[in-house]
């Protein structure tokens, strides 16, 4: 089905360890973007990308890189991970091209990282 | 700079009873789009409507209803006579169009007791 796939669901790291959260869409949408999610906060923009080759930073980007070599993916690095990147993370894909009528966000079902 | 606040933190209602979710953005560009979504327990996003800048229609769903006022800057969103399914978390959210940031409000926890 059509849509944006994030992997893994969740994942426990140990602070210091680095990893990559995937997000992948096939619904060729050139924005994509990448949230967090932590109680009493809502969800905060992480880093955004309005097409491939093409990254900037949204409102709480530090720890956190990304890079955009695909319209299709969108990962998401955390090199030394700490226990403030304890989050829910969400990856979301934005239709642009398919005119106003049919613009909205799809959002990915979501990434549950513990840091210890 | 774009801003969605939801004054609202935590909503607990009987069910059958009617429920008011607001909603109050800020944003200098005279094009953009609001949203709401609804986060149950399951953890994912449920879109639930968008609405343009150009369009002040109220909007009527079955049970859900909302209501834009460009006047107040409010969005606010009614569920009529509630049900158990409805507990959630619901945000609002804001864009000001296609690659341009989505921006959310904090959520408002809704509880419907039985």
């Given at each position: 089905n059509a849509g944006v796939t994030q992997t893994p669901k969740f994942q426990v790291l140990k602070t210091g360890q680095s990893m990559t959260l995937q997000c992948a869409q096939?619904?060729?949408?050139?924005y994509m973007s990448w949230y967090r999610q932590d109680p009493g906060m809502g969800l905060r923009l992480i880093h955004y990308s309005v097409g491939a080759g093409i990254t900037d930073q949204g409102e709480v980007p530090n720890g956190y890189n990304v890079s955009r070599s695909t319209t299709e993916d969108f990962p998401l690095r955390l090199l030394s991970a700490a226990p403030s990147q304890t989050s829910v993370y969400f990856c979301a894909s934005s239709n642009t091209g398919g005119g106003l009528a049919n613009y909205g966000y799809t959002f990915g079902s979501g990434t549950r990282l513990t840091v210890v | 700079a774009q801003k969605v606040t939801q004054a609202q933190t935590e909503i607990s209602v009987v069910e059958k009873e009617d429920v008011t979710l607001d909603c109050v953005y800020e944003t200098r560009d005279t094009t953009y789009y609001l949203f709401w979504y609804k986060q149950p327990p399951s953890g994912e996003l449920v879109f639930l409507i968008r609405r343009n800048s150009f369009d002040e229609q109220n909007e009527i769903s079955g049970r859900y209803s909302w209501n834009f006022q460009k006047s107040t800057s409010s969005f606010n969103f009614t569920i009529t006579?509630?049900?158990?399914?409805?507990s959630a978390v619901y945000f609002c959210a804001l864009s000001t169009g296609a690659n341009s940031k989505l921006t959310f409000g904090k959520g408002i926890t809704l509880s419907v007791r039985p």
């Open positions: 096939d619904m060729n949408h050139e | 006579a509630s049900q158990v399914v409805d």
